[in-house]
């Protein structure tokens, strides 16, 4: 599925690729449930893979379309996939095989998975970077975080947690923890997203402390790619 990500202005700037299952009985079957599961067998590294590979093709795809080609696509890595020795190899064959342009893609890590082995993470992520690869840091705010390693960190973007999101406005803490993210990423010159954004209230808030970029529920579900473009071709978002 993919999830639009928009500025204040609500203008579309790009999408996040977030993995679905639709289980003959079960019905759809959440991330939530199943990445781990994944983790645990191995079988994200395919996973995880396929879902670059598709989300590279889209944007290809897009790149043929006026009205799309700007659009970046963001995609999760998780922890067992980015410390494999040659993630950095594969992530530059799915660009190449694709024909995708390596700086419409964006990939997600989380705080402990950089702060798992911080110089192998560094050296991963300037390689790519080299080629245009995008970063941004998921669930920022959650972890463990080490001011330190984020200037070393070769970071496009910070993800604020949807949790901090949610009690902007209902939780004063939460509303000091936002301002101080989004102050921190642009003194860092790095570009502040919010994610889960409910609420007119929570953007309204968003927008006032100077936060670039918003994605949740009240601007876009993630949907299947045909429901994304048909909103787009609407001119929904
Ligand atoms: P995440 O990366 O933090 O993704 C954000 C989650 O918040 C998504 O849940 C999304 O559907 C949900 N969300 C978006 N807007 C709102 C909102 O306004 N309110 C609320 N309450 N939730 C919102 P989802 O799709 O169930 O994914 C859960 C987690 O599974 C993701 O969290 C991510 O960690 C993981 N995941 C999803 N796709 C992939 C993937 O392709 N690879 C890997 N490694 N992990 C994935
Ligand atoms: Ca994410
Ligand atoms: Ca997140």
Known sequence: HYQAQVTGEDRLTGTEVLL???????????????????????LILRLGHWVLETACRQLVQWAGQAHLSHLTVAVNVSAR??????FVHQVIETLQVTGA???????????SLVLD????????????RTKGVRFSVDDFGTGYSSLAYLTRLPLHQLKIDQSFVRNL????SDDVIVQTIIGMGRNL?????????????????????????????????????????????SGAA
């Open 20 to 42: 679905r299952w639709k289980h003959p009985q079960r019905g759809m079957v959440s991330p939530a449930e199943f990445i781990p599961l994944a983790e645990e067998t191995g």
């Open 101 to 111: 342009r390596a700086q419409l893609l964006t990939l997600e890590l989380t705080e």
């Open 169 to 172: 406005g209902v939780r004063p």
């Open 189 to 233: 010159d790095l570009e502040v997203l919010a994610e889960g954004v409910e609420t007119e209230a929570q953007k309204a808030l968003l927008i006032a402390h100077g936060c670039d970029l918003y994605q949740g529920y009240l601007l876009a579900h993630p949907m299947p790619v045909a429901d994304f473009e048909r909103m787009l071709n």
């Open 117 to 128: 082995n911080v110089e192998d993470a560094i050296d991963k992520m300037h390689q790519l």
């Open 81 to 86: 996939q980015f410390r494999q020795s040659d």
